[in-house]
């Protein structure tokens, strides 16, 4: 099936390597009955999740992205040296500045390459790799390194159990680089902010509006705080409208694309958008059961996972679709080369 789209840039991107890191700590639904007032049977009934990983104490963010992007270069044979850039996308760096790109930049020895961290939480990946796609439409060859990383346990109260079944941590990596003449790759993207929903998922504390105090620890103002029905119901109507918008300009249907691969916030979700996009859920990628939400971290590992169990093979069609705080929400259309 032919797509429409980027088909004249002469540097049109593709996807040539993946990656990623989930560390071996597990915290599972019977080990959160033990911490809060929740059962197993209620976590999985509304959410799916039943086991997320959580870092060991002396990881941050930093280093689970030098593991999945170590991962990514060995993969494509690649020498640290020959990336161009590095885009960091997290809600939780080792620490404001330097950006966690620069760091992951050090310790990859990536010489000559530049980077910058891109917060845009569970649509994080998804704006990551629109922006990698378009560097690399932008002149001559490039390799871009779009890496999602999360430490969520560490900015989770783990005494309010409305969020803390829900996150887990990892990361996850893609190699974003020129296409041959005449080969697809990137093909399309919708992304979209509406802040008018900030206050309804956040980390109050920490910034300058409300630097980190005695009181905004005490408050606990630098863990997240989520409204959960009020982002519930926002995630299943813009997950399903930017997919649909993406594939109607595209002229294309559900049954075009051989997969789906979203952001794993909530079973319930996904499983909505897969209803409006009339896909089956056989054409999902659904793992939140295994990791919970890693926020920009899910849909790297939901493409591993896809591509080692033999789902996701060069050629498809694939989709991305992605909602998160802010409120901001994307999708993207990507013929799968790797
Ligand atoms: O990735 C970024 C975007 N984030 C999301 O997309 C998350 C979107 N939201 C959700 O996934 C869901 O809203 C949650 C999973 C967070 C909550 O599920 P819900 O079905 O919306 O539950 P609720 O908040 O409406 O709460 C229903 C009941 C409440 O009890 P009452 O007031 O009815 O007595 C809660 O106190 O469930 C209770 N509850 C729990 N019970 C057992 C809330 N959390 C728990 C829990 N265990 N962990």
Known sequence: MEVAGQTTNPYRAKITAIGGYVPPDVLTNHDLEKIVETDD?????????????????????????????????????????????????????????????????DRLGAQGAWGFDLIAACSGFV????????????????????????????????????????????AGAFLVETAAEGEEGFLDFVNEVDGSGGQFLRMPAGG?????????????????????????????????????????????????????????????????TAKALDMPLERVIINIDMYGNTTAATIPLATRDAVESGQLVKGDLVLFAAVGAGYTAGASLWRWQC
């Open 41 to 105: 049977q209620w976590i999985v009934e509304r959410t799916g999740i039943r086991v997320r990983h959580i870092v060991a104490k002396d990881m941050a963010t930093s280093d689970m992205a030098v593991e999945a992007a170590r991962v990514v270069l060995e993969n494509r044979g690649l020498a640290p040296g020959e990336l161009h850039a590095i885009i960091v996308c997290t809600v939780t760096p080792d620490m404001l500045f330097p950006a966690t790109a620069c760091l992951v930049q």
């Open 127 to 170: 704006y990551g790799l629109t922006t990698a796609a378009h560097l690399v439409s932008s002149g001559p060859p490039k390799k871009v390194l779009v890496i999602g990383a999360d430490t969520m346990s560490r900015i989770i109260d783990y005494t309010d159990r409305s969020t803390c079944i829900l996150f887990g941590d990892g």
């Open 208 to 272: 300058s509006r409300l630097p980190a105090s005695h009181e905004t620890v005490d408050a606990k103002q630098h863990f997240v705080h989520q409204e959960g029905q009020q982002v519930f119901k926002y995630a299943v109507r813009k997950m399903a409208e930017m997919a649909t918008l993406l594939l109607r300009r595209n002229g294309l249907r559900g049954d075009d694309v051989k997969l789906l691969i979203p952001h794993q916030a909530n079973r319930r979700i996904i499983e909505a």
